[in-house]
């Protein structure tokens, strides 16, 4: 019996995963955390900022004092929206950084896909709204954390899958030389 145990553990092999697939998962749970960071800040100033998004201090001259003097019902609606919008991005982060470091860090491609599709889901519905140009808005820190965050997102994304793809690397377990 000793003998078994011996040639069994001699040819047994473990499986780890490859320096691009748990840097690339580290990169994009990192990215996760920052969605859910920046959703956090887009709810803390709606409750206790100026009461529009980051980057945005009036609607084109606009304040939220004024719209709030004009229609009550109009800054109730814009913070309505704010807390909505705050809840999917934390939300959508939260999946992120979970799917990232649970599944994508253990090799699992469906967990690969799903952040990425819910990553690009997000962002492609939300970010070309910023380019039509129908209110003034600070570039940098509206879009820049968010812009930030995704390039990180993409290199995780990109080392991941490389390293997913390419298999599991063996690494003999021991050396046993009984006999």
Known sequence: MSMNRA?????????ELGRGVRIGSLLMALSGVAFVGYGI???????????FE???ATLNGVTPADLDALDPAVM????HLHVATAAFIIAT???IATLAWYGVRSGQLWAW?????AAVIGLAIALPMHYADLFAHDWVTHLGPIYLA?????????????GIQSGPQTAEAGTNTEA
């Open 54 to 56: 980051l980057g945005v």
């Open 7 to 15: 040639t069994a553990d001699r040819h047994r092999t473990d499986y």
């Open 76 to 79: 109730h609606y814009i913070n």
């Open 150 to 162: 995704t390039i990180v997102f993409v290199v995780g994304a990109v080392l991941a899958y490389r």
């Open 113 to 117: 896909a799903t952040a990425v599709v």
């Open 41 to 51: 800040v887009f709810l803390a100033r709606t409750f206790f900022g100026t009461g």
């Open 93 to 95: 982060g939260i999946a």
